[in-house]
Every structure is written in C-alpha cells, then in structure tokens.
C-alpha cells in the first residue's frame, strides 16, 4: 500500500495567510526551523496507478502539482484519482471539490449521510457541482462494515463514526449526529496490512482504539499541543476539546494514547499553525522524538 501525505496541516495551512504567531512569524522569516504545509489530505493507492483522494482540501491544485501521481498522463485530459472519501465535511477538507469542477466525468465521492446533507445544504458544494462535471455520490454507512472502490485494486476500507462536531454551517452543529465525522481503517487484502487515518479526534473511543492497536501506521490528529493553545497564543478564545480536537499532551492526551500501542507506525497529522511542534528544534519536538511519533510533512511517502 502507497500513501503519499498532500497536506499536512490544519485549516488555514502552515503559515497562515492572516497569522502572525510564533511559529507563522518564523517559518516566513526562517528564524526557526519548520516547513510549511497546505491544508491536510492523504492519497492512497495499490498499484501507483489508481488513487484515492481523502478529503479535498482548499489546496488540492498545488498538490496535485507536486505529486505525478495525480497528474494526467497519457490523455489530454485526466488524473489519477479514482474517487474522493470525506471524513467530515469542513471547509478544509471539502472545497477543493470546487477545484477539481473541470472534470470530464462525475466526480466519485464516498461521504457519510450526514456528510452529504452538509454539502448540500449549509456549504452546498455538491449542488454547485451539478452546474459542472457533477457527483456520484456513494453513500458511507459508519458501522465498521467494510467497502471498496471499482477501479481500486486491493484496498478495502472499513469507516466508523467518531464523536466530534459537525461543521459552524451544519444545520445540526449543536446537535451532533453519527457520521458527521468518520475515522478509516484501510486494508490490504492480499498483504493484510492496515492504516488507520483520523485527521479529526475528539476522544479515544472503544473503535477507535482498536483500530489503533490493529493497524500497522496510523494517521491521526496532532492539531494541537495542549487543550488551551489557542488561547495562550492569544488568536482564539476557544480550547481544543471544544472544537472536537484531543491535544497531545497532558493526561489523556493522544502521546498517553500512543504510549500504549506497541505495533504500529505512529504519525500526527492535521497540524494546526500555532502547534509548537511544527518548530523541529522545539522542546515539544524532542519530546514526541522520544516517544517514536513522527510529525507528518508534505510530501512524505509510505510504503506498508
């Protein structure tokens, strides 16, 4: 299994474009040593050939750019993405929809019910579409059954619902319901390898960890430090918990989490701007060294 890391940070990307913040501050004038990244999304293949896009982020034309996988290649127009899966509909994981509109066919989209009233109602993204290239929606269930793609060879993933928020423009933010966010196990049949990617994470559930303990890397939430970074660095008023994200340190947090998984890769991702981590000579850098978590980049390729 292949799996190329497209965007590796939270919404708003790394820098963000109106933040000027420590780690925002230093990646533009180079006084600390980090990266930037676009907005998270992953793309999974079997064979380096057929592609599957998890979420579609606001960045998804420069990362096409910079990964041949996804370009056309032997027509005047195409790609290399079979189909496109959603794990919540936010704005960063679903407006590079509106880019790929130049399709010459329906885009494929596999997204959960609750998903798909989202995207057609408050951030009406899939009836926008309609005026271009249009959608085959495939309906997601998020009972841990398992489904696969046509045109994917040898994949199989397995969604279960997470409890998080839906999006501000939910018809139902307040009130949340199954399937507004959803965590995938992908499989391999014929190796049985397993990933788990869950960019969203607002509390280690029973499925959610034995997923974790059944997977061979995982790819999850690393927004943000501690529950109140935001607020000490003074751009929000809001905690991490509150917007569905579990920090990583502090008791329960996702480090306590990975401390107990002794077989997989671990890798965090959906990295917010403010998150001192993305500072590759911090203190809470060597701290995730010392644990064996890795902090995802753009670009970083995988091989399970």
């Keep these: 299994m292949k ?6 940070a939270a919404g708003g990307g790394f820098p963000q474009w109106n933040c000027n913040c420590r780690n925002c501050n230093g990646v533009r004038h180079k006084t600390i040593q980090a990266k930037p990244r676009t907005q ?8 380096n050939a057929q592609w599957v896009l998890f979420n579609a982020s606001p960045d998804i034309r420069v990362q096409i750019e910079s990964f041949p996988g996804l370009q056309p290649h032997n027509s ?7 189909a496109v899966i959603l794990c919540d509909g936010q704005i960063d994981h679903t407006t590079g929809l509106l880019i790929l509109r130049e399709s010459p066919k329906p885009l494929d989209i596999y997204s959960t019910r609750m998903v798909y009233e989202d995207l057609t109602t408050g951030f009406p993204v899939f009836n926008m579409l309609e005026h271009f290239c249009g959608v085959n929606h495939h309906e ?15 994949l199989i993933f397995y969604p279960h619902a997470l409890k998080s928020k839906a999006p ?10 199954p399937g507004d966010n959803i965590g995938v196990i992908i499989e391999q049949p014929s190796t049985g390898k397993r990933v788990y990617y869950s960019p969203g994470l607002g509390e280690i559930e029973p499925q ?3 997923a974790m303990q059944n997977a061979d890397c995982i790819m999850v939430d690393g927004t943000f430090w501690t529950d ?4 000490d660095a003074g751009v929000s008023h809001k905690t991490a918990r509150s917007i569905g994200h579990l920090p990583q340190s502090g008791p329960g947090g ?16 959906h990295i917010n701007n403010t998150n001192p981590i993305l500072d590759e000579q911090s203190e809470q850098r060597k701290v995730l060294d010392e644990h064996g978590i890795e902090v995802a980049f753009d670009g970083l390729e995988i091989d399970v």
């Design 3 to 8: 799996i190329r890391v497209l965007g590796s």
């Design 40 to 47: 998270s999304s992953i793309a999974v293949s079997s064979n």
């Design 76 to 82: 005047i127009r195409g790609t290399g993405i079979t």
């Design 140 to 154: 997601i269930q998020h009972d841990g059954g398992g489904f696969s793609i046509p045109g994917i060879e040898d």
């Design 168 to 177: 501000p423009y939910s018809p139902h933010r307040e009130n949340p319901h």
């Design 208 to 210: 959610v960890e034995a």
């Design 228 to 231: 109140t970074e935001m607020v």
């Design 254 to 269: 996702m480090i306590e989490t990975m401390d107990s998984l002794s077989k997989p890769r671990k890798i965090l991702i």
